[in-house]
């Protein structure tokens, strides 16, 4: 039922496509790519999109079209590990936390909002800045970046859920707290959990992206389109292409995924229905 | 609860929160943090006293209360580059990150309440679809490449704006031309949430007896959504900017960077590229202090504005 209202869906649909094909490039980069997204060509130094380079070169001649395809890998992977890290460990805290109340509510939710007191990006500075640059890392620091923010929206759904008959029911048949919590709770929170994944995708991408920019994310040579910008500031008027391309490319992942946000909340979370078409 | 109180028991617990978090980050920096702190060209005499400084001699918990003394009595450390106070620096570059979220805050006031309110009242007419897609697209934005595109072709391109700096010290337009662009990139992340926002809760009031009421009571339109409607509905929004203003301070730093700005935002930033800890670690303090201390503020206001609630 839900797939044949996405289908009908044209926000959905949209949304899908520009997310799938982004998966398709990182996915099949070596492929598509026409040229070595590392290979120097001191010749072939900040051309303009040409016939042989389709979206031009960079200062060190590489080919900014495969650079761009290579650079759609490290955005989506870092997007999905740290999301999927993020929405476990915080949806487990949140549930927890929403289901019990009182001082285990307490006791988990205090160290969710010391983490929620920092900006997004300073606290992931700074923790980039102690653990130093690296895939792991950047994935565990966007992780710990989306926990809280999982743990509050989870908790709020487990804290209305649990007031509910079928739960008071499974209650009063004896279950235990944590079969209650896994059967009934968790599997009914499910339609928020999907929607805040797909929104926070498009937040931990920005999140890399904007490590990257900033010189601290994926360490160059290796492309990524939050690094590629960085490198296309340093010669905006010269070579515009640079700058241009890469934040397309991000502009429509980021695009995709808020569409497809916007539009699975319409159809999975009635309540929200009509507040925000 | 008197504000005080109420201060000390949930915003006072979270900044020492936040400063236990930068303690523990600051001791999982590989290797040794009072070389960390140093930089490579510390003298063995240095590191040594150092570590006596930073307690690194004693047990973890009696070095985390040395470190939240120090904090409390504001003994925030030197910079390693500039080898001064690093919280007098944060406070020094304060003032130009503040007027840059000031007035992003004030651009996000004047386009998205009135483009909130004009598609709530013309709902589904082509003014509401026009903003929408607008705002969806500012939304799905990445602020570094709205900034980089305005530089390009307004600064660069059209020279009708300066490239980079603050403007001269002094000179108030020449400040304010520094100011639009950054500005205008900060703002545009935050556009789309205000702007929903304010339309949505529009649309709701605009369904609600009162409204009905002024109608046929003969009021002129614009008086019963300014004054009947508006009024009502902004309750949700001034929440959302309030909250907004603690998270244009994470937006900043990307913003300063980008326009080459001074400002706590290139500080971190500038810091981190040359790991002078202490310094980091001071304006990320700053920010967070900032940051709950905003987000209190915000609470409070919703009190005030909301006597349905009790706070």
């Not at chain 2, 040395?66 to 690093?86: C, E, H, Q």
Request: proline residues 6%.
């Amino acid at each position: 039922m839900v797939f044949s209202r996405i289908l009908k869906s044209p926000k959905a649909l949209t949304g899908l496509v520009l997310v799938g094909s982004m998966v398709l490039l990182a996915l099949f980069a070596p492929w598509i790519a026409p040229y070595d997204p590392l290979a120097i060509d001191p010749v072939a130094s900040n051309q303009a999109p040409s016939a042989e380079y389709w979206l031009g070169t960079d200062f060190f001649g590489r080919d900014v079209l495969s650079r761009m395809i290579w650079g759609a890998r490290p955005s989506l992977l870092i997007g999905f590990a740290s999301v999927f890290i993020g929405c476990v460990i915080g949806s487990l805290i949140g549930v927890t936390a929403g289901y019990f109340r009182g001082w285990v509510d307490a006791v988990l939710m205090r160290p969710v909002d010391v983490l929620l007191s920092f900006p997004i990006v300073v606290l992931a500075l700074a923790m980039v800045a102690a653990l130093g640059p690296s895939l792991i890392n950047l994935i565990l620091t966007i992780s710990l970046l989306f926990v809280p923010r999982f743990a509050r929206v989870v908790r709020g759904e487990a804290m209305a859920l649990r007031e509910l008959d079928y739960v008071e029911a499974a209650r009063a048949c004896g279950q235990r707290p944590f079969t209650i919590i896994l059967r009934h709770v968790l599997p009914n929170a499910t339609a928020q959990i999907i929607v805040t994944c797909t929104v926070f995708m498009a937040n931990a991408i920005l999140v890399e992206a904007g490590l990257s920019f900033l010189g601290v994310g994926v360490t160059p040579p290796e492309p990524s389109w939050g690094n590629m910008l960085a490198d296309g500031r340093n010669n905006i008027l010269g070579a515009p292409w640079l700058t241009t391309f890469p934040g397309l490319m991000l502009t429509l992942t980021l695009v995709g995924f808020n569409l497809l946000g916007d539009a699975l909340r319409d159809i999975l979370d009635p309540r929200l229905r009509g507040l925000h078409n | 609860m008197g504000l005080l109180t109420r201060f000390i028991f949930q915003a006072v617990p979270t900044l020492i929160g936040a400063v236990t978090i930068l303690f523990l980050l600051l001791r999982m920096i590989p290797g040794d943090p009072a070389q960390a702190m140093l930089g490579a060209d510390a003298t063995a005499v240095d590191l040594a006293r150092m570590r006596h400084e930073l307690g690194l001699d004693q047990p973890i918990w009696v070095q985390y209360g040395l470190y939240l003394r120090d904090f409390l009595t504001g003994n925030w450390g030197n910079s390693i580059v500039s080898k001064t106070p690093a919280l007098d620096r944060v406070l020094e570059a304060l003032p130009d990150t503040l007027m840059l979220c000031g007035m992003a805050i004030v651009i996000i006031i004047g386009i998205s309440l009135p483009a909130g309110v004009l598609s709530a009242v013309r709902r589904d007419s082509w003014v509401d679809y026009g903003v929408s897609v607008a705002v969806f697209l500012l939304m799905s934005m990445p602020q570094f490449w709205l900034g980089l595109l305005l530089l390009l072709v307004l600064s660069y391109w059209l020279d009708w704006f300066p490239i980079f700096g603050t403007g001269d010290a002094g000179d108030p337009l020449s400040i304010l031309h520094h100011l639009v662009l950054p500005a205008l990139t900060l703002a545009a992340g935050f556009l789309g949430l205000v702007t929903r926002l304010t339309r949505s809760s529009m649309l709701e009031v605009l369904g609600r007896e009162y409204v009905r009421t002024a109608r046929a009571k003969g009021l002129r339109e614009g008086v019963v959504i300014v004054k009947h409607a508006l009024r009502n509905a902004l309750l949700p929004v001034v929440t959302v900017i309030g909250l907004t203003m603690g998270q244009l301070l994470g937006g900043a730093v990307i913003v300063e960077v980008v326009f080459a700005r001074a400002g706590v935002g290139t500080m971190i930033w500038d810091a981190i590229l040359q790991r002078d800890y202490p310094q980091v670690q001071a304006a990320v303090a700053v920010f967070a202090a900032l940051f709950i201390t905003t987000n209190f503020l915000t609470d409070l206001l919703y009190g005030l504005l909301n006597p349905r609630i009790k706070i």
